[in-house]
Every structure is written in C-alpha cells, then in structure tokens.
C-alpha cells in the first residue's frame, strides 16, 4: 500500500491498522503536517516502543505549538481591541480557540485573521503600534498588488516573538471568480470567551475547501481534507447540510465544496450530503492521485502530474492578462 | 531511495538515502559497527537528492533533504556527500528534536560524571573534547550535548567529530589513521576530515552521566579562568541551545536545574595549556562537591 | 489624559526562578521564558493587589522597599510598557 494511502488509513480508522510499515507512515505523516494529528489519533493503540515515543514527541510537540499559536492570537485581540472591531481568527488556530475536533494534534503555522475590509488599515496601524513589522520594505509594486487585488495585507512578522500575522479581509483574492460574501463571513461569526471570533461552522468548512482549491496547487491537501473531514463530523446534521449548502450558494462556492466533499468522502469517509457532493466522476481521480503523489521517504511523486496542478493553480489565481502583467514586472525587477 | 545506511547513535536513530553510493558507503564505512536504530524504525530521516533530475549525473549536485530542511541550503559537490550526510542529520536534530534538550557543545565523561564544553563555534571544543576523549576521558559527543528533561542526566551522542583544517593534523599524531574519513577539501569550512570516536565511547554510548562541570572555552588569549554566575549561564545555555523554546515549561526546568552546576569561562592560548586549565577545574569542582 | 492602569498576569501562570540577582520566569500561556532585573518582579507582585497605574504602583512599593522617588514614576512607567511588550501585563 502506498505511503499516503496508509497514512489516509491510519488517520480514517487507526485500528484498523495491523503491522504497518511504520517508518513509511510516520515519514509520510511529517511531510504531510499530519504528524501531530496520526500521535493522537493512536494515541490508545498499541505500537512498537520506538513509535510509541516518536509519537509521544509529538504530541507535546502540538501541545507546545497550539499554546504559542493561541498566544499570537491573544496579542493580537489585545492590539486591536481599542478599535472595537471583529477579529475573526481563520484555519487552525481558529480551531484550536473553539477547541474543536479539528484541533487535536493540528500544526497552525503563521496567525491568519479576518477583519472586515473597512477597518483593514486601522488594524495595520495598531498591529503596527504593538510591535509588528513589515516584512519587506514598503515596495510600490507589491504593496499596489496586494492592497488592490489580493484579500489580504502584506504579512507582518512581530518584532520580539518572531511570529507572522496575516489579515485578511475576505477568503479568496479579489480578482478570483468565485466572490464570497465577506459580510456574511463576518455578520455570522461566532464569538469565543475572550471576545475573539471564528467563522460559523459552515463557513469554516467553505474556507477550507476555498483553500484547498483556488489557492494553490494541492500541496497540504490531504491535511485540508483532514480538516473539513473533523468538521463535518462534529457538526454533520440535516440542519447542518441545510446551512452549508446555502451558505455555499451564497459565496459562490459550490463547486469547490462539492468537490471537496466527494473528495473528504471518498479518502475519509466523511459524512457528505450527496446532493451538495454530487457524484464521483473521473477528473476527481486525478485529485485524489495528486493528493496521495508522496512515497514512504517524504518525496513527492509524480512529477507531470505535480507540474499540471502548478500550472492551474496560477492561471486560476489571476484573469490571464493581470497574471502576464504580473509576471512582466516580477521579470523586469 | 537508491541506496540507504541506518544507524543508531546513542538515542538516536538515523536513515540516509541517497541517489548516489558514494556518501552512503563512505558513511557506513565510518560509522561500522554502530546499532541499528531501535526496532528497526528511525527518529529522522535525511536524503540526498539531486537538485534537478539531470544534475544526478551532469556535475552531480547534492540536495540536502529530509524530514526537516533549510529552504535555501546551498547545494554540495558529490565528492562531499560524506559532508551532505553529516549536515543532513545535523538539521534534523537542530530543527526537529523535540524529546532531548539539545545544548550546541562537546562533552566528556569521567566516572559517571559529565564536562560540557559550549560557546560558539569556532572555540575548538570538538578538538578539546577528541583530545580528552583519548587522555582517560570517554568521548559522549562534540557537537550535540542531550539533556533529559525529566532526569537532568546526559545521554552520548557520539557522532563522528568534524575536524577542520589544522585541527586534522593535531588529531592525526594523537589517533591510529584507520580511524580517520576521507579528507574532504575545498568545503566551505576548508578541508575538513572525519574522525570516527574510539571503540570505548562507542560501545558505552548507553550510559548516560550527571553534569559535573560547565565550561565556556574561548580560543586565543592568555590563560585565564573565571567563575560564571547562574543568570549568565542560564542566558548562554539558551543561546546554545536550538530547541529550547520548542521543549516549553520542561525546557525551562531542565534548564533552571542544569545551571546549579559549577561554571566557569576559560581562555586559553593553545590545547596543552587548555588541557591543564580543564584537569584543574575538573578536580576542583570534585572539591567543591566534596566539600558541599 | 489619564494614566494607563495595568493588570498582572497571575500568579499560577509564572514559574520563577531566582538566578544570582536576576529572576527567570516561564510564561505557561506564552511559552516564553523572560529574564528580568529588580524591580519588575516586585513591580509584579504589587500589581497583584489590583489594576493600578504607574503612579499607584510607586506608592505600593514604596511601602513594601526602600525606593527613590525622583525619576520613580517614569522609570516605573518604562517597565510597566516593557512588561506589557513581553505579554505579563495588559492594559485593564
């Protein structure tokens, strides 16, 4: 069985795991970002003593990473709290905050947030006052193209704690195809103890498969799924799939969560509503063979295919003539 | 991957994959007899790669890969590859250990009891520590110290010592030369060579030791010996260890517990005269623990 | 204006260190170790006695210690902005 599709079987259903090639799955598990979430899920298994404290290793690790990710999230609440705007925390640190199954043993990289679009400058300026820096230089170019056609500022990197912070003000770049509703993003928010907020369960979701799809070529995709696999099933309900399929109406992004769905179904066994998923069809193998492109040393695989989902994700991200525009400047820099 | 070596080093257990033979042979070679990795199964995993397909055999150029990599590593010359293993499984302790406190220094043991040497690099702590490791003194490591968080105890990591330019030739009149690597010229550290620890440190690699001694060696000036307080210990140990801040709270209470043992910083103009400063202070902390 | 009052982090949060003269604290919810000289750790303590700003403090510990009050409230209040930087006091 390949590296993926044991890793895929392990996560899905641990016990159901006899004596695998351990070395492959734990390898295959880290260059995934998955690691953290396989420790706990064998967490009651029984497994050779070397897993046993491999794993182990990496359950702390996660424990220690999601503390210092919720931190980020704290100083920032505390920077931008005079403005007395939403702050809506986005992927895994969101979950993490909600302590939700999507939470346990999830890596969270940088901080990303969601503020809405009016109140995006002021949030520069007082993560600014706090500490933050730009990471490049102000640059007329790049700041111009991420201030107009991207849905986000230009990171920050905090100057003593050495943490990146994204702000967003929608879920998609601009100038994509599909235009969410960000108003709707952050009209139904929910609110957490600390007065931090997350996206509704549906739209956390849409998110992820938003991410999965447009933004880049499926690299961290089968921990994407993972994501929205944990989501459903905490939330999964005939209210629910009412909800979601509406919400994904609504932010034009039916086609990436039904996608994402047959997707989550087909690898997770995911609880799907089949009218939103629609039926399996064959261009879907090609995902799931990009998705699963990784042997039992960590290497991609698959290399033609690798570079035919490279090449889509950047003609997707930008109308062609904005993207030969772009790359004219990047070239002539 | 083509061709693979695994081994054990200490705690630790490492597999190399290559696209070429070279560097796993010459790893082998100078890490035989070594363990296995524990049930088979290893802690890191490193690859050597080429950085595109082609340069596997046009100008072969190594990419150092793995579980954990540098984003921007300058790629290797194939007749370093030797050199691309040992800096594959360097990364992988330093940006992904994540059980062991790992303090960036030499250290020696001697009945049970440990000296660490650490500071920056340069200081010749890998040659102190291969010199002592051949006058009554077993060698536990020269680049990585492992602390156990939980025990406070030292466990060997005895690599292969890296000895640069004229460190070789000091190494080379003290050692039997079957237990050199290949010299390796025109790195970007200069010529370096690999010195393989003797058969004592190897088959002892198990057994760990109490710290005893904390010393902060500086090269090139005269003889002179000072004691280190226990905030400037703590504030150095810090900043010689690269996974401190990863291990949270435990890290800072092995930490806290590590600097209630006797430091001194050093200066010392040749080995010989370091040799002496380290034998004194030695024998004077027994003293002191004597006393206590 | 008025002056800016300041919580403490509590104190189940911190585990301390004395080192020599200095004091080490592990930060749990931060994860960050933070060495600190006189008087932050007492500026600490008597900001556990309730919110206060820089001038209040002075007060707390000028009847805990021995202090000079010349350049007192300034200094005081340049600690307090370091602490806040460090994440081990907030703003109330």
Known sequence: MSALRLLVRALRDPESLGAPDWQALITAARAEQLLGSLAFRLESRRVPARVAQILAAARRDADHRRTRALWEAEMARRALAPLGIPVILLKGTAFHAANLEAARGRSVGDLDILVPRESIAAAEEALIGAGWERVKPADGYDDLYYRRWMHELPPLIHRERDRMIDVHHTILPPTARPTPDAAALVADSVALASGLRVLCPADMVIHAAAHLFADGDLAGGLRNLWDIDRLLRQFDSPGFRAVLAERAGRHQLRGAVAHALRLAARLYGSPVDPNLAGRWRPSDRLFEARLLARNGWGQARRPLLRFAFYVRSHWLRMPPLMLARHLWVKATR | MRHQVSLRIGPVGFRVGSAWRAPVAALAALYAGYPAPEDGIADFTVRLEPTRPWRRWTRPSIAIRGDFELPDAAPMALAHGLLAAEMGMNLQMALGQRFWLLLHAATVEKDGRALILTGESGAGKSTLAALLGERGWRLMGDEFALLDPASGRLHAFPRAISLKNGAIDVMAAEVDAARFGPLLEGTPKGAIRHLRPNAEAIRRMDEPARPALLLFPRFGQAAAARAVGQAETFMRLTQASTNYVALGRAGFDALTRLVATPAAAIDYPDTATALDLVEALWTGASEWRAAA | ?92
């Open chain 3, 1 to 92: 204006m008025a002056a800016p009052r300041y919580i403490a982090e509590p104190a189940e949060t911190l585990a301390v260190a004395r080192l020599d003269g200095l004091c080490a604290l592990f930060h749990e919810p931060s994860g960050a170790t933070h060495i600190v000289a006189p008087p932050a750790p007492e500026i600490l303590d008597a900001l556990r006695e309730g919110a206060a700003d820089a001038a209040t403090l002075l007060e707390r510990l000028a009847a805990r210690f021995e202090v000079e009050d010349e350049a007192g409230a300034d200094a005081i209040a340049a600690r307090l902005a370091e602490l806040e930087a460090a994440g081990l006091v907030r703003r109330a």
